[in-house]
């Protein structure tokens, strides 16, 4: 089978790659370009733990061809960080303890500065409906839409 | 996972070429929220998939006083974002909203679950209740058809090999029209219909309906028209009697099935009840206009 030869923007660098037809842009990130921060939970589109942007649209990278990501800017978990500072959502999740095993934390961050970007003050039932497709196994989103609101608060400049 | 090939078509023409040629299995490449889904499953043939979406007019709307032209691949998350569309067909917006996660509206779009023909997709029951058309574009030329006869059965849709959805449209209401698309699911999010209902209605001055179009969805193979639910609103006011005469027909007309969803005896109350809301909300809405 011949590769696809993809040029693409991955967290701001120009990025190119080689795939198979049938490789998803979440194998791409992991396997071929060890960007392994986007975690696989189902690959079937349910469980959100492979949020990515693709030309700032939060998406599943399971649902996503590598080859569809010619052209396009693509964000992940790796780019939220900013140089050695991590960012506030990121800091407010380990404030708040909102994650255990952390497979479902790359995509939930993720999530989180989109939903933030579109709506920088969601009451609790926004966050919760925005995030309805991130799951979490482990902590039971109570802490997780603390850690939310509390980003949000934070990013505001309230608190 | 079983894609083999990858192609991108810069017109249509061009994707109806490649949807026509070769002999090997060859499918259209939208949000690709059903369809990598589908390739992933075990024993999958070996899948070409086209993806139009570089294709302008197949992601863009547009709304004027003829109408709506929708691109059958818009993502969801844009389509309903357009305060233009959502003026005129609230319905149809809202049943587009309840389609996946957030992530999967990114991508998911009307065509794709109009084309998909599953029995509980959310926005053909909108659509067939708008009177949308099908354009299809295809070897032979255009063909245009109605939202009702476009799915013919679970997963089957009346497409040959070779053609593509190019637009949906939906000719532009008569005044004091609007519409409703309500489902029954058992969470409150990320669920599929258990019964569906869309309605679309319209009033003249006095508040008294000259005409409306009821379709109901997940109560049969394919979402189903029932002209006899729409009669029983046209000529009333929308006051009770009328609203319940339209949910008793609904629910004749529903041919449900009992799954570990619902039971059919359930769907078969719960399409009527759903019939009866969302005709009250399409009046309500119909007499803001
Ligand atoms: S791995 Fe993509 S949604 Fe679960
Ligand atoms: S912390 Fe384990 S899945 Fe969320």
Known sequence: MAKIHVNTTINGEPTEFLCDPNDTLLNVLRYNLELTGTKEGCGSGDCGACSVTVNDRLVCACLVLGAEAEGAEVG???????????????????????????????????????????????????????????????????????????????????? | MAVVEYKVPQSLEEAVAMLSSGDQATKVLAGGT????????????????????????????????????????????????????????????EAAYLIGSTQVQGRCS???????????????????????????????????????????????????????????????????????????????EMDIAVAGAGVSITLDDAGVCTAARVCIGAVAVTALLVPAAADALIGSTIDDAALQAAAEAASAASKPITDRRGTAEFRRHVVGVLTKRAAKIAADRAKEK
């Open chain 1, 76 to 159: 992940t978990i790796e780019g939220v960080a900013e140089a050695n500072q991590l960012s506030v959502i990121q800091t407010k999740f380990l404030e708040h303890a909102a994650l255990q095993c952390g497979i479902c934390t790359p995509g939930l961050i993720v999530s989180t500065q989109e939903l933030l970007k579109e709506n920088p003050k969601p009451t609790e039932e926004e966050a919760r409906y925005f995030l309805a497709g991130n799951l979490c196994r482990c902590t039971g989103y109570d802490k997780v839409i603390k850690a939310v609101m509390d980003s949000a608060e934070t990013l505001r400049g309230e608190a």
């Open chain 2, 34 to 93: 059903d369809l990598i889904i589908q390739a992933k499953a075990q024993n999958t043939d070996p899948l070409v998939v086209v993806d139009i979406k570089k294709i302008n007019t197949m992601m863009g709307a547009s709304i004027d006083g003829s109408g709506l032209t929708l691109g059958p691949s818009m993502p969801c998350a844009e389509f309903t974002a357009r305060e233009d569309i959502k003026a005129v067909f609230p319905g149809l917006v």
């Open chain 2, 110 to 188: 009307v065509g794709g679950n109009l084309c998909n023909a599953s029995p509980a997709a959310d926005t053909i029951p909108a659509l067939i209740c708008n009177g949308a058309q099908c354009v299809i574009v295809g070897p032979n030329g255009e063909r245009t058809v109605a939202a009702e006869d476009f799915v013919t059965g679970v997963a089957q849709n009346c497409m040959q090999q070779g053609e593509l959805l190019k637009s949906i449209q939906i000719p532009q209401p008569a005044a004091k029209t609007s519409d409703a698309y309500l489902r029954f699911i058992p969470r409150t």
